[in-house]
């Protein structure tokens, strides 16, 4: 294995570490990625695209107040302003890459609608097939890269310091299950969401916020942790059957936004068009259409999303296929959904070079707390993010003199979660959609008896979101307290850190301007 301590250590294989890999080449980088490059990155289940201001009526200051209205007063004005200004060079860069986007006759880039848009600015490729495509893309510049080595089926399950507090490398785990430990002159974990702490998800299963966990047991801040965003419209079916045919996790597919935002209706077991009085309708931001179709469900309403329109076929192939495969015909009969767990709004706190609290350790991608998506996500804004924070994290890694440090043994290797089913359960229960008092100290009590006696990274992420959710006493963006109903005058962040890295029980959050 070709690896010095002059290397970057990138801990991901969905568009955040290939991204950052491919803009810190030529310096040296290690990729390790605990899947096979391709699979189990949410990067390549993205279905709506890639929010850019390109069109003729648009301008990135107009993308930047549409995300700062998703963001609910969280989002940052100037890292709204300056990601929605880096957004059509990152297409740029796509394309420069190889990736075929879709394009109108005339050549030019074919543009989605999406909710909370004010424009059509979604970029987007193979129809619906976007995150498939990009994948593809970066995945074949990696292999080509002749200074990216990557380590797949490779498990980060550690950070190591150097004498001094600096992130020195990462403890990991080969294929084989062998522990190794990689000395780095710098760590960017892009690990990616955590949607798989819940039983209704569209994330790979394996998307339980590890690169969290490394970062808290490593002493840095996270930020926003209780700010989940739930998809209005993942298929209520038994999951995707040919990623579980393929060994892969069964998550609930996704009916893709776009859908809406080319005119798909949601309408409730009596036929009613239950989001008609809502402003913004269909297209309403995705916690508001979430809670509406979760009250429909609670009062005993299924609800469908009725998507037969002409041209489904061409413009939505991913849809099809996986309506498809769960026996449903969506050109002819409505599709049924329900909200499950799709984004991470919250994440390693880091600064506008995705540096983390840590020295030594920068995040990337849905791992990171940018200050972009503040309390809720812009959808489409997630790949852009991690595209444009790639590109800044690697000229800051650059222009750092190396200075390797000598990285501490690492600990013996945490377990894996004998709890898992128990965590998810308790996490849509408790944890989800809509929130109180009394069911999230319950949630807490237990996931601090789990995390206390399993000492797993699950429990201990699933404690901590529980945490920021029980002090978040208000609603806001994807956080909803049916206790605490309104917004509170004044919007703060939160912030989490564990007093004590061993001893999960030590979470602590508070409320900061
Ligand atoms: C169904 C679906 C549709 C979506 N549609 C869109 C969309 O249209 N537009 C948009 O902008 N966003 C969309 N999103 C969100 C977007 O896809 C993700 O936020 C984004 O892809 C995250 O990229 P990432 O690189 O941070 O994480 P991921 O793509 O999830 O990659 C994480 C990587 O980290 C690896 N990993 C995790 N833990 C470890 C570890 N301990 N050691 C080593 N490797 C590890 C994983 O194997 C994986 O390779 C969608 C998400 C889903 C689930």
Redesign the pocket.
Known sequence: MNHSPETVVV???????LATALRLAPLPVTL????PLGV????G??????AAALGADDRPDLHAIDTLTAGAGLSQPLVARRVAGAAPAAIDWLVGLGTPFDRNPNGSLALGLEAAHARRRIVHAAGDG??RVVLETLTQAVRACPAIHVMEG???GELLADAHGRTAGVAVRDREGRAVTLAARAVVV????LGGLYGAT???L??VG??LALAARAGAVLRDLEFVQFHPTAMAVGGDPERAASGGPAPMP?ATEALRGEGARLFNARGERFMEDVPGRELAPRDVVARAIFAEIAAGQDVVLDARMKDIETRFPGVVALCRANGLDPARAPIPVRPAA??HMGGIKVDGAGRSSVPGLWAC???ASTGLHGANRL??????E?LAYAEWIAADIAGEEASPGVARAPSPPRPRSPARAEIRALMDRQVGVVREAEGLEAAAKRLGALADRDGDDLSLVALAITEAALRRGESRGGHFRADHPVPAAIARHSETRLADPQAAQAVETRQVA
């Open positions: 801990v991901g294989g969905g568009v955040a570490g390790v990625v605990a899947a189990e990155a949410a990067t289940w993205a279905q709506g695209g890639i976007t995150g490779w498990r980060a892009a690990t990616g969401g569209t994330n790979p394996g998307a590890s690169g996704l799709h984004y991608g849905e791992v959808a489409s804004n997630s790949l852009l991690a």
